[in-house]
Structure formats: C-alpha cells, structure tokens
C-alpha cells in the first residue's frame, strides 16, 4: 500500500519535471498574456488579444514597445490605468474597493455552511405530521437519536 | 390581413391568461372545482391561439412582407428561406413572441399531462402560468408589438447581417427558450406548493421531469451557442463570461443544484423548503437573463435593441414574480415540515454540498456579472470583471463538485461508513494519477494541464467503478450484461452525465492548456509548421458564393503518416450588407482542432496575415457537454420519471 | 427552515432591484467611460505641424489663460462632419477657443475638410499614429476635452457635440469655470 503511494508519487514528479518550462520567456509570450488581461475598448467585450479593432492594434503596439524597453507587466498596467482607468483590466485589482467580489464566494461557500449547520441541528428538526408519537416514545426517540449522532 | 388577425389573436390571449389566472385561483379559494377545471380549457385555447398568432408573424417574414414594420427591419427578400423563418426569432419583438409560444405550449402540456393530478394543486399551477402569460403578453402589446404595420412600405428589407446567417445560431434561440420557459413550470409548481403548504413525494415525483426538460434544452442551448462562437467568430474562443452567455449560465447552474436538490426531496423527505427556493431563483435567473439582455444596462456584444424603458417594465415583471415568490417563501417556508435527519457523512450530506456549491458558484457569477453595477453606484468608477476573474473564482469552486461527484453515488444513505468506500477511492486516486502522468508524458504537454485531467480520470474512473459495483462484482460476464440492463435508466442517465462532465473538464483543460498558436504574416508558397504538421499556403482565389464574393485561401495541410489534405479559408465581402467577414478553415477531429484564420492582404504585396491555432482535444468540450443532455434524456426516459407515473402510483396505493 | 432566515432572498433580492432601478433611471450608457484624468493637468502632448496652421501644444493653450476646448477628430470619421458646424459656431460666437488634435489621418484629406467646411481650431496637431491620443485617454472619435483656464482637464465629452450637448452639458461647465 505505502509503495503504491510513493511509486505514483514519484511518477507524478517525473511527468511534471518532464515538462519544464523555460524560466525566460519571449516577450510575444508575455504580450500575449498582458493582452488576455485587458479589455478592448472600442469592441468593449472583446480582450486585446481577440480584438482587431484599430484601438487594439495601437494599444498592442504600444505594449510591445514597452516591453522591449524592458518596462515589466505591471508597469505597463499602471500606464494604461492612469490614462484610461481600471476599466481596462479585465482582472479587477485586488484592493479594498474590491474586497466584496474577491472574498464573495468564499462568502458565499462559508454562509452555505453555515445555514445548514443550524437547520439541521437536531434541536430545530420537526417529527413529520404523520408520526404521532406518545410524550414517552418522543423521549425514547431522542435518547436513541443522542446516541446515533455523536 | 393576416398580420392584423395574429394581432387579434394575441389580445385575445391576454384577456385568456387573465382569466387563467384569476378564476381558477377564485376556484381554489372557493372550492368550486368547476372554476379550477376552467383552467384546463384556457391553457389549450391559449397555445392554439399564440400559435396561430406566431404563424402569421412567420407567414410575414416568409412572404417577405415589408410592409410589416419588423420585418422590414430585420429580413431582406435574398435571405435564404432557412434564415427568414428564424429571422422571426432573431429580434427583440420575435424572441419575445417565441418565448409565449413555448409559455403556452408547456402550459397546455402540462394541463394534458397533469389532468388526474389533485385539482387545487394543477388549478394554481396553470393560475400562475396565466399570470407569467399575461405579464409577458402585455410587454409585448404594450412596448414591443411585432404586428406593426409601417405606413409606407419598404421595398426591400434592412436586415442581412451575414453573421447571423447560421444553422447553429437560428436553432439556439429555440432550445435556450425551451430551457428558460421550462423553468416557469417549476416555478408555478413550486408557488402552488407554497400556497398549499407541503411538498410532498407526489409533488417532487411529479416536477422532477419538467425540471429535467429545462435542464436538457439549456444545457443544449448554451452549448449550441459556445459551439457556434467558435466556429464562427474566428478567434477560437468558446466562452467569454459575457454578461448575456453568463445570463444563460446562471439558471444551468441552479437547475443542476435543483435536479440534485429534489433527489434527496424525494427519496428522503428533506430539503424541500431549499428545493423550492431552488426552482424559484432558477426562474428568476430566467427572467434576470431577459432583463440583462433588453435593458440596456450592461454592455454585451448580444444584446438586442436595448431601451431602458423597456427595461423598466421588465424590471416590473421581475419584482411582481421573483419579489412576490420570495414574499409568499418568506411567509410559508417555515411551514414545510421535514422528514428526517441524516449523518453529514451520507448521500444526503455529499447532495447538501454539491448543492451549496452549485448555488455558490451560481451566486458568484451573479456578483461578478452585476459588480460594475455595484461599484458604479457604490464608488462612482468604472470597473470591469473579466475571463480573468471568473476563471480565477470559479474553477476553485468546482474542484471540490467534481472530486465528490465520483464518490457521493457509493455513499449510503442516512449515514455512510467511510471506510468501507477508502480503498475504492484510493484504488481510483492512483489510476487517475498514473492515466494523466501518461497523457501529459505522451503529449509532452506542460503540467498545467495536471490538476484537469486528473479530475477528468478521477470522475471517469469513480463513475465507472461505482457502476460497476452497482451492477455487481465477481459476476461472470454474460451475468453481469444480463443484470446491467435490469438497472433504471436513471441510473444510466447519472453515469452518463456524470462521464459527460469529465470529459468537458478534460477537453476544457488541455485544449488550452497545450494549445499552440502561429501568428505572423504569410506569403504565396510559404509554409508554417506547427505540432508536427507542415502547412503550405499555395494560393488565393476568388470564388462566388450565393451572395458573397471571396478570396479564398488554399493551404496543403501535412500530417505524419497521413495523406496531404487541404483547407479553404475565406474572406468574404456581402454586397448587399457591405460586410467584410472571415471564414476561417477547420480541420476537426476527436483529437484536435486545426483552425486557420485567413486575415487582411497586407501592405499590397501578396502577403496576408495569417493566424492559425492548434487545440487539442477541443471537440471533447461539446461531446462532453452532449453526453450531458443525453444522460439528461436518458433519465428522463426512465419509467418513473413518465409524467403522470407518480399519479399511478399514488392512486394504486391510496387503493390498497 | 427557521423563520427569520427565510426572509433573506427576499432582501437580498429588493437590495438588487434598488440597484437596476438606479441604472435604468440615470440612463447611462454603459459603454461610455468618463475620464480618469478629470482635475488633472492636460499631459504633455507632442503633435505635429498640419501644413502652415499653428501648432497646438501645451504651452500656447497655458498662454491664452482662459478656459479651452481640445477637439480629436478625422476626416474619415462621419459624426465628426456633424460635429464640424456646431465647432464654428462655438469657435465665432461664444468666444471660445477651439485646439484640435487631428487622429491617425492622412494630411491631405485632413486640409481638405478644413478648406471645405472652415476651420474652427485656433491651432491644431497631427497625431498620426494615435499614440500621443493615447495619452489622453482617446478611445475613439471624435471626443471633446473642456480645459479650464490653468490647464486642468474639466470634462470629456465622448461622441460629436450636438446642440442638446451643446446646451445642456458644455455651455454649463464653461459658465461654470468661468
């Protein structure tokens, strides 16, 4: 048992390692991934990178400039953000402002748990209608209940 | 003339719907069982009526009759017929005609069906779908009234848009309605409980179907759509969280936590008043959908004419339905009694979380959908929420769906001994394991793809094992064959979906993740090379077609092993539009898809932009989502789920 | 399910509706984006010459000391020819003026269209590959900028200046800076 765990440990590794990738990358590769994150304005569901608008080209031409002056993906952002504001990313930035869409799903999740961890608390749960049991059963119910739960 | 007797025709159905909606409901209040029974007569002359109403639309669009103001705008006399008959659905007024169509056709369905059912139950369920129909009737007389005429009329019509001349895109409307206004059945079901005050197994037995309907036509619907986008729209994208395909998402996701909700509503009495809450948010979704849509309120490429008056009245229809269900939830949930208690390690326990999962993740794309809105009011900036996000939240979510979702089948009910499922879920771990070191390794992927495929095996493999063990182990072959086919079709349904969504998240996975893509400019005689295959691009020609003029491209497709083939992308100019469009060329198979993109001659020498894009596995995207719907209609074709079977059953025990 | 709890969709639900309804009545459009660089100093610009007519730069619009209008437009661009008459009438009747930044055009259509339909810009600049419109924050034209007398961007109005614009949303912010 222990073998199979650490023989499909060490297969997990060899078909990872397999598949390093070249720490540098291209500026193309970077482009192109500064471009899935910002938004066309003109064809404003598009990104950057499916949109032929001429807008989009400008912007793209300008992105690659910029790398090549060796301005990083971050600042590139900035740049784009002071003149045309946050609307640009397609990735909202992580702030305060944003705090309800970045944590609501894990809101979300939490408050799920949450409400059904009360309902079914053992306490709230009505015996159906068509049980009719004597004051007596009732107890005998519950003590045998207590004993299954815990 | 026709024009104007399809006008009577849908008036009239207003006066009908009302009449549907408060005379049955006058019936159940005063127990005159002749009133309730009205509603069954109203249901069948409504469909006939909307229909013959929806025909002469239709006879419109055929005959090309310009002097009806929509058609006017939205067909032209070239169209092929194919394209003038979905032209009728292809415009805000249309749609909405579409959507009262199918509204009465499940109405009167539903009052066929449900003849034996108790009379106060099927009187309030058609009251409601009476009121649904006027609301929608109304919007469409009052705002958007497609019989108009237009005082002098148009010789030719204005609407060829190229683009939206496509077998895929004129049959998604249809099947997305089927899903939406199929949820309206569940929903007026799910208000008549709450006015009765229970839910019983009849109940449950007897929605469980109807929801199941909705569920396939969305699930169709939607893929249709992403399939269509990919085809069509030349960048190889399926899916891009816009607001109106997230629209479409939203009521898919809590229909998928209602159809797993009601399971445990039936075999165990519990969870009702969440079931209900279910089928009443996923009707909202609906309704929420047409809002986004025709309001004008977010940007969305789809978007019909929007208006923001209309937008109002329909932000009316969404207060009077989802606000009164809520008001009428609020007062009447407490009631429903439930059943009985269960372990949180049981079936019941893992259907809990695949449901809160479900509702989470439909939440969540409601937020990042409407946070713009939020924010705009909020903070006065302008925020976008893009792929980026939503895949960021979203995939996190289902991770967790997926790895129960191979197990909660062996789980039992009531409570569920955990060690005894241990080495099944241990033996699937390391296949799956072992089945995506292989793949990555054969395909020389990168790893990224890992944590996908991975889940994809492990729901493949649990699927198939607890199947197995189902039927029965250590039996010999022709035994187990024999008892396999005794096994509910419901089960084949589960097993099959279940598979479905496993191989959409392997498809989804590693058609990105070892995606490979060529960009670049392109001469006559040239040649690219990309995974392994040599493309050539030997020539352009110009073609004609039936009305449009290409260049099309000609490139010698060279694969190892295989012989040489050929791919043909266009670019297409439409006269009579004055549209550019480009068709790209698709090479598809189980294995991959090869997508060439011809772009723009450049600069006036013979080069032309060229993008082309590998995508493996990118067909298991929809094939998946296929053995979805047909695991859907698999079950659906189960003998318990026959519509009105939970009737028989009753009476054959209230009989004993 | 307990009372109190089920009353939740419901206000979630109403918090929702207060929301639409606040988007229908203000009639926004979503598309349109205000400016992020409203309060701030117009950014250094570098334009090109447009044949002999004077040249637009930060500078000579500092000069005027009083409040401006800076115009993006082509002479492909179709609203921008509505736009054209009612920047005459502002540049001659109320005083006001009018520098323009002429977007990703070709010289000798963009001397045509002033030779045509007069020139309204007291001094106007080539930006031939957009890139200094970018600056601006231009995502399309054509787009009116009011600069307030110490060089401060005020507004930015996005699509071509009609008379109800004219009436109701420029006149009002130049009387107010005034």
Known sequence: ?150 | MIIELGHYCLALVLAISLFQFFVPALGVRYKSSSLMRSSFITAYISFLLVSLSFLSLTYAYVTSDFSVSLVAQNSHSLKPLIYKISGVWGNHEGSLMLWILILTFYSATVALVGRKLPLKLISLVLSCQGLIASAFISFILFTSNPFIRLFFPNIEGEGFNPILQDFGLAIHPPFLYLGYVGLSITFSFSIAALLIGKVDTIWVKWVRPWTLIAWVFLTIGIALGSWWAYRELGWGGWWFWDPVENASFMPWLATTALLHSSIVAEKRDTLKAWTILLAIVAFSFSLLGTFIVRSGVLISVHAFATDPSRGLYILLLLVLFTGGALVLFAKKASHLKSGSLFQPLSREGALVINNIIFASAAATVLLGTLYPIFIDAVNNSKVSVGPPYFEAVFIPLMVPAILLCAFSPMLSWKRANIENIMERIIAVFICSILLTSILVFIYNGSASAFLGVFLGFWLILGTTYEFIIKVGIKLSFKTFIKRSLKLPRSAYGMSLAHIGVAIFVIGVTVSSAWREEIEQPILIGEKVIINNMELSFLSINNVKGPNWIADRGEFEVVRKGKNKEFMYPERRFYPASQVNTSEPAIMSNILFDLYIVLGESLNNDKSYSLRVYYSPFINWIWLGILLMALGGILSLTDRKHRLGYAIKINNENISK | MKKKYSYLPLIFFFILVLFFARQLILKEDPSELPSVLLEKSLPKIKLDKLSDYKLFNKKNLLQLNEPSLVNVWSSWCAPCQIEHEFLMTMSRSNNIKIFGINYKDDKQDAIKVLKLNGNPFYAIGRDDDGTQAINLGVYGVPETFIIDASGNIRYRHVGPILEYDMNNTILPILNKIK
């Open chain 1, 1 to 150: 048992m222990k073998f199979i765990i650490i023989a499909s440990f060490f297969i997990f590794c060899s078909a990872y390692s397999a598949n390093s990738q070249d720490s540098f990358q291209s500026n193309n590769v970077v482009a192109k991934e500064l471009y899935k994150e910002l938004r066309c304005l003109v064809c404003q569901n598009q990104s950057l990178l499916d949109s032929d608008a001429p807008l989009a080209l400008d912007l793209k031409k300008l992105v690659i400039t910029k790398l090549e002056d060796g301005e990083s993906k971050d600042e590139i952002k900035l740049f784009l953000v002071e003149r045309y504001g946050e609307f640009i990313l397609l990735k909202p930035t992580f702030t305060i402002k944003n705090i309800l869409l970045w944590f609501g799903p894990l809101i979300f999740v939490a408050f799920g748990f949450f409400i059904t961890f009360r309902f079914f608390r053992k306490k709230n749960l009505v015996y159906s209608e068509s049980s009719i049991l004597t004051k007596h059963e009732k107890e005998k119910l519950e003590k045998i209940l207590d004993r299954d739960l815990k």
